[in-house]
């Protein structure tokens, strides 16, 4: 195999699939975004028909429940002999519109004595196979049947009514519910679009079906026990859709959870829409994606077979420089003789890359002096601190003599102001070079944080700045350096302090969450600019003025030894909040 053939199959190869991983990742995370979102939108919406169903049901039965206990149902024990209860099962059926096709009253045997159309009046009461009580507080003196009549499907509520004047039950109330009014509550909710609505009982024989499946002959004798039927709530999932002459189904179910007391029948509502609709925009993004494809395909294909033999004719001409340098002449050969710039580039990158390799040595050696360098400077900020402290104590001496003027108390003042701040710089130094390891004992936290701010409760007092505090109302105990964790707390208070006005508010709170402890500073400074929140822990990095800029890289330092997390935020004053966080196991 040719160098120009490997790099022309390999850079095909690479280009197709590339595109080809590029295009099925991006088609299957479109198609489950895709999925994800119509399958909770569908769910969404049978939840939503499923309750305003329960919520139709739980009306009716309730004006059954209240009807039950009016007066004029006393008159069932008299035959309704002044037609007063059917003119009231009439005028209560036309304030219902279409949704009651009747009402009426039978007495103990089942005979119709009263009723919102005359010519029932006088027969038996429609017959049920099964009474099912209604469940729920108050609800289960109603019962519900299904009806299949010549007039079409319908739901009959029955109540028992009582004996106003005494014990023992006179007759019953019956409402046919026409079917339609459910009927139109599913047509309603998928309009003309194209998804259907199914309404399961709780073995899952269909009750009703939106108008797109009314027309299926068999509608009536379908069941979907093998469908899945959430026992509460609502669930989706894609299910073959044969039984219903559809091709793949995205399925979005719901169960009646009921209505107020009311606690619902077990009735499930299933909104299915065909996957041939719902994934229509995937489909055509597919067919985009592959003319796209095949495109790129082509184009890829004739630069890579120009690129191929562009590449392949200088790495030929290499090959002799190579195999010459490699046998160890002692100077490199001169580049051959060729009108191609690519081997003159390539030649000359290979000598620099001979003079970065020895560039790089040069800089593993100075790192490495660097390193001792460092080394030496911690020794040496040990060594400073003696000479500095024989000069503060000499100076400290020079300002108790009675005799000096006030120009020799200025420069003395000078001499320990300075001394002071070297040796500030010089801790923190070594503090950097060399941290302490710290000595983990169990400790309060609270107690921790009271010392601190005992401490500065003066200069805080000083400065008019209102100090406070805010514990977790249980106690919390760290393993840590109280030593190192008072220096924690010490500088990011006195950082704080250092950036509020007179007559701020600095503030220490402390709580715990299941699995850490935290610890928040807060105040009502300038804050921290959103900008600066990823550099403010660099050393060296100050915004305070005569600042050194190694306090609160001191403070990650602790922070993370301590197995803990220290983040800087905007506080609800507006100021800066910084948030420690440990571990708890």
Request: charged share 20%.
């Amino acid at each position: 195999m040719t160098t120009r053939s490997a790099l022309l199959r390999l850079l095909v190869w690479m280009l197709l699939g590339t595109v080809t991983v590029v295009g099925v990742l991006s088609f299957y995370q479109f198609r489950q975004a895709l999925q994800s979102e119509i399958a909770g939108n569908l769910q969404f919406g049978a939840s939503t028909v499923m309750q305003r169903i329960d919520t139709f049901m739980f009306s009716h039965v309730e004006n059954m429940r209240v009807w039950r206990g009016l007066e004029v149902m006393q008159d069932i024990r008299v035959n309704d002999v002044d037609k007063r209860l059917s003119h009231f099962l009439s005028d209560l059926r036309a304030g219902q519109g279409t949704v009651y096709r009747s009402l009426l009253c039978t007495d103990p045997t089942g005979r119709i004595v009263a009723a919102s159309d005359p010519a029932l009046i006088g027969r038996q009461a429609p017959a049920a196979p099964v009474w099912q009580p209604i469940p729920g507080q108050r609800l289960d003196s109603v019962s519900i049947a299904p009806v299949h009549g010549r007039q079409g499907e319908a739901v009959l509520l029955r109540t028992s009514i009582p004996n106003a004047f005494g014990g023992g039950t006179i007759g019953y109330l019956y409402v046919l519910i026409d079917w339609d009014a459910i009927q139109g509550l599913l047509d309603e909710a998928v309009g003309t679009g194209s998804r259907n609505l199914l309404l399961l009982d709780h073995d899952g024989r269909v009750m009703a079906v939106s108008r797109a499946l009314r027309n299926r002959p068999d509608v009536g004798r379908l069941q979907l026990r093998r469908w899945t039927l959430p026992g509460e709530g609502t669930v989706s999932y894609i299910h073959d859709g044969r039984a219903l002459g559809y091709g793949e189904l995205l399925v979005g179910a719901a169960t009646s959870g009921g209505y107020q007391q009311y606690r619902g029948l077990g009735w499930h509502i299933v909104m299915v829409e065909p996957t041939a609709v719902s994934f229509g925009p995937i489909w055509h993004l597919l067919w985009a994606m592959l003319a796209v494809l095949l495109v790129t395909l082509l184009a890829g294909i004739w630069i890579s077979s120009r690129l191929a033999n562009r590449i392949s004719r200088p790495i030929v001409a290499l090959t002799e420089f190579t195999r010459r340098f490699r046998q160890g002449e002692a100077q490199l050969p001169a580049v051959p003789a060729t009108t191609i710039v690519e081997v003159e580039e390539l030649h000359h990158a290979y000598v620099e890359m001979i003079a970065a390799l020895e560039r790089s040595r040069e800089q593993i050696v100075r790192a490495g002096k660097l390193a001792v360098v460092g080394e030496m400077a911690a020794i040496m900020a040990h060594e400073v601190r003696t000479p500095m402290g024989i000069v503060r104590s000499s100076a400290q001496l020079l300002q108790r003599q009675p005799d000096l003027g006030e120009k020799e108390r200025e420069l003395i003042g000078f001499i320990l102001s300075e001394t002071e701040r070297l040796d500030r710089l010089v801790t923190m130094l070594l503090e950097c070079a060399r941290p302490t390891p710290p000595d983990f004992r169990p400790h309060d936290l609270h107690a921790i944080i009271d010392n601190v701010l005992g401490l500065l409760a003066p200069r805080a007092a000083n400065a008019g700045v209102a100090l406070t505090r805010d514990f977790a109302p249980f106690e919390m105990v760290l393993d840590c350096d109280r030593e190192q964790m008072m220096q924690v707390l010490l500088n990011l208070i006195l950082n704080a302090l250092s950036f509020v006005s007179p007559g701020g508010r600095v503030a220490v709170s402390t709580y715990r969450d299941a699995s850490a402890l935290w610890i928040s500073v807060v105040d009502d400074g300038p804050g921290v600019p959103e900008a600066l929140r990823q550099s403010i822990f660099d050393p060296f990095f100050s915004r305070r003025e005569g600042g050194i800029g190694l306090g609160l890289t001191i403070v990650q330092q602790i922070v993370q030894v301590h197995g803990g997390e220290i983040s800087v935020s905007e506080s609800t004053w507006g100021g800066a909040a910084f948030n420690l966080r440990f571990e708890q196991p």
